[in-house]
């Protein structure tokens, strides 16, 4: 199970690579209290992504914009690199369900669309 068993929007989750497990600590003296995601090696596995993208924030053509999903990564670029970061902030920004649009992990490169 992933993120507290979250279905649908939540306020948002911490991204700890398993090459610095201790981060998890400081991450959570740090008030964010977000369910905590681990990355093997600071990489997404096809489990994180498919998790990540059902979550992804949808609003109503109308609306105001709607609520993003907050993503706080813990380390430098070093230990999680851009481009999972990239594929989190993708994942996890909304769009009207009118603009929907799927981005592939190609279209990222070093965490910037193309």
């Known amino acids: 199970m992933f993120g507290w068993g979250a279905t649908n929007s939540i306020l948002g989750f911490s991204f700890i690579s398993t090459k610095t497990p201790e981060l998890a600590i400081i991450a959570a003296s740090l008030g964010k209290h977000t369910p905590m995601i681990f990355l093997e090696n600071g990489e997404l596995d096809e489990g994180i992504y498919t998790f990540l993208a059902e979550l992804k924030p949808v609003y109503q053509k109308g609306q105001n914009g709607g609520s993003s999903i907050h993503a706080f ?28 649009e799927i981005i592939s992990d190609e279209e990222i490169d070093d965490g910037h669309r193309y």
């Open 73 to 100: 990564i813990n380390g430098t670029e070093e230990i999680i690199p851009f481009k999972p970061q990239g594929i989190i902030d993708e994942k996890l920004g909304f769009v009207s369900n009118n603009e929907q």
